[in-house]
T-cell receptor
Framework: NAGVTQTPKFQVLKTGQSMTLQCAQD?????MSWYRQDPGMGLRLIHY???????DQGEVPNGYNVSRSTTEDFPLRLLSAAPSQTSVYFCASRATGSRIYEQYFGPGTRLTVT | AQSVAQPEDQVNVAEGNPLTVKCTYS??????LFWYVQYPNRGLQFLLKYITGDNLVKGSYGFEAEFNKSQTSFHLKKPSALVSDSALYFC????????????FGAGTQVVVTP
C-alpha cells in the first residue's frame, strides 16, 4: 500500500511551458484534491474530484486543469506556466461517506517557473 | 461557515519542555477536529482527531490534544518536546458533508532547540 504518490518531486519550467503533475492513490478513495502551499498563504485548494469523471474548482483554479478518468489517478495540468505558479503542490485523497475520515497527502512536487 | 484559527505563527520551546500549539474553532453542530504535522520537505501527516467522547485525544508521536467546548479550543500538546518535533502544525476541520473540503488553519511553526 503506497498511499498517495506524486511525480515528479522537483520540476523547473520556463514561462509558457506546459506540464502535468501526476498523482495516484491505491486506497480506493473517491475524493481527491490538489493544493498549493506558499509561504504565508497556508494551503489553498486548486481543484478537487469526488469520483471518476467528476471534478470541480477550488479556491485558486485559474491556470490549472484536471481530469479524473480513473479512481486512482488525478493529474494536474499547467496549461501555460507563469512565475506566479512557483509553489509546492500537494495531492490528497480521502474516503467519503463520513466526515470523520482524514485526508492522506502525497509528498509534494516543488515547482519553479522561471 | 466552519473555520479554525491558529493564533501563533511560531512557537519556540526548549527540548524537554512542554509544547502547546493553539487552535480555536468555529463550527456549527458537533465539532470534528483534526491535527496534521508537516515535517520539512514532506507532505502533511495526520496526527489525531476529535470526533466525540473523551476531551483528551491521544495521537501519534506522543502528541495529545485537549478539546474544550466552552473555550472552543482544540490545543495540541506534548509533555516533553524533542528536537525532531520541529515542524509545521495544522489544525483542520472537516467539511459539513463528506464531499466537501477540509478547512485548514494557517499553520504554526514549532521550533524545538536543544
Amino acid at each position: 500500500n503506497a498511499g498517495v504518490t506524486q511525480t515528479p518531486k522537483f520540476q523547473v519550467l520556463k514561462t509558457g511551458q506546459s506540464m502535468t503533475l501526476q498523482c495516484a492513490q491505491d486506497m480506493n478513495h473517491e475524493y481527491m484534491s490538489w493544493y498549493r502551499q506558499d509561504p504565508g498563504m497556508g494551503l489553498r485548494l486548486i481543484h478537487y474530484s469526488v469520483g471518476a469523471g467528476i471534478t470541480d474548482q477550488g479556491e485558486v483554479p485559474n491556470g490549472y486543469n484536471v481530469s479524473r478518468s480513473t479512481t486512482e489517478d488525478f493529474p494536474l495540468r499547467l496549461l501555460s506556466a507563469a512565475p506566479s505558479q512557483t509553489s509546492v503542490y500537494f495531492c490528497a485523497s480521502r474516503a467519503t461517506g463520513s466526515r470523520i475520515y482524514e485526508q492522506y497527502f502525497g509528498p509534494g512536487t516543488r515547482l519553479t517557473v522561471t | 461557515a466552519q473555520s479554525v484559527a491558529q493564533p501563533e505563527d511560531q512557537v519556540n520551546v526548549a527540548e524537554g519542555n512542554p509544547l502547546t500549539v493553539k487552535c480555536t474553532y468555529s463550527v456549527s453542530g458537533n465539532p470534528y477536529l483534526f491535527w496534521y504535522v508537516q515535517y520539512p520537505n514532506r507532505g502533511l501527516q495526520f496526527l489525531l482527531k476529535y470526533i466525540t467522547g473523551d476531551n483528551l485525544v491521544k495521537g501519534s508521536y506522543g502528541f495529545e490534544a485537549e478539546f474544550n467546548k466552552s473555550q472552543t479550543s482544540f490545543h495540541l500538546k506534548k509533555p516533553s518536546a524533542l528536537v525532531s518535533d520541529s515542524a509545521l502544525y495544522f489544525c483542520a476541520v472537516p467539511p459539513t458533508d463528506s464531499w466537501g473540503k477540509f478547512q485548514f488553519g494557517a499553520g504554526t511553526q514549532v521550533v524545538v532547540t536543544p
